[in-house]
């Protein structure tokens, strides 16, 4: 019989930090993100004093992009 107790699920506001993550490794590594369909690339992000989701900036885009708007594409192995 196992002792060990399960791992707290994580709060929405985790796997939005996550996702942020995920985002600014993205940017890092020139690797292209899913917007609207398209494999595109981030031009940059920035968070503003006071908010709680970073901004996002996609190649060849003047607005800006919710990190919600965005896939994370599987890199092939």
């Excluded at 019989?1 to 940017?27: C, N, Y």
């Excluded at 900036?57 to 708007?69: D, F, M, Q």
């Amino acid at each position: 019989m196992s002792t060990r107790t399960p791992a707290p699920a994580e709060t929405p506001r985790e796997l939005a930090d996550q996702h942020d993550l995920r985002i600014h490794r993205a940017k890092q590594l020139a690797r292209p993100v899913g917007y609207q369909g398209l494999n595109c690339f981030i031009a940059g992000f920035c968070w503003h004093k006071g908010d709680a989701d970073m901004t996002v900036y996609i190649e060849g885009l003047t607005e800006p992009v919710a990190p919600s708007a965005i896939t994370i594409l599987e890199q092939p192995t």
